[in-house]
């Protein structure tokens, strides 16, 4: 299986900061990747998908990009609402698999 | 509109079996992926299966195979989930994705909790 290491674990940031994400592929997997949120008792939401495109709907602060095997999420101005936790998902093939998220806190 | 409504979750003995139901509203099921995911309690998201909406090639993933089985059923537009030989490590929530606009893993359920415990 595809292994996605995705980095940081957690972080610490305050409104108006820009926050990089990463996720890692073991193996190339084009840019059949996307980037979830998840709050607190809530179930994950699409952010992007296909590496970089956004999901009708998502905020325009939050940009994907990368192909092959290095992948960013990237949110240009954090807002209070988007303190969660974040996922990468490689669908290029079977058995899908997440990143280990990353959980963006207040600093 | 699109509507999911999970069920099917609970209590239930190691080595006991669930069935859970994903029943879709307000489209039908096309050739796009369908999935389950799950989320133990405090942990991240593990994909657990998927299959195409016309019911073929059904996959797993490694710590459910043998175990879990998926299916559809389009004349009530609704995916499965049959789970057998559960173990504590299955307890989690889980979730389904019908997929009505094509992206994967796009439209979450609302998850439904099933816990594995004498």
């Known amino acids: 299986a595809i292994q996605m290491t995705q980095s940081p674990s957690s972080l610490s940031a305050s409104v108006g900061d820009r926050v990089t994400i990463t996720c890692r592929a073991s193996?190339?997997?084009?840019?059949?990747l996307g980037w979830y949120q998840q709050k607190p008792g809530k179930a994950p939401k699409l952010l992007i998908y296909?590496?970089?495109s956004l999901q009708s709907g998502v905020p325009s602060r939050f940009s994907g990009s990368g192909s092959g095997t290095d992948f960013t999420l990237t949110i240009s101005s954090l807002q209070p609402e988007d303190f969660a936790t974040y996922y990468c998902l490689q669908d290029y093939n079977y058995p899908w698999t997440f990143g280990q998220g990353t959980k963006v806190g207040v600093k | 509109e699109v509507q999911v409504l999970e069920s099917g979750g609970g209590l239930v003995q190691p080595g006991g079996s669930l069935r859970l139901s994903c029943a879709a509203s307000g489209f039908t099921f096309s050739s796009n992926a369908l999935s389950w995911v799950r989320q133990a309690p405090g942990k991240g998201l593990e994909w657990v299966s998927g299959?195409?909406?016309?019911?073929?090639?059904?996959y797993y993933a490694d710590s459910v195979k043998g175990r879990f089985t998926v299916s559809t059923d389009n004349s009530k537009n609704t995916l499965y989930l049959q789970m057998n030989s559960l173990r504590a490590e299955d307890t989690a929530v889980y979730y389904c994705?019908?997929?009505?606009?094509?992206?994967?893993?796009?439209?979450w359920g609302q998850g439904t909790l099933v816990t594995v415990s004498s």
């Open positions: 296909s590496a970089s």
């Open positions: 193996q190339v997997i084009r840019n059949d």
């Open positions: 994705d019908p997929n009505p606009y094509g992206y994967n893993l796009g439209y």
């Open positions: 299959i195409r909406g016309s019911g073929a090639s059904p």
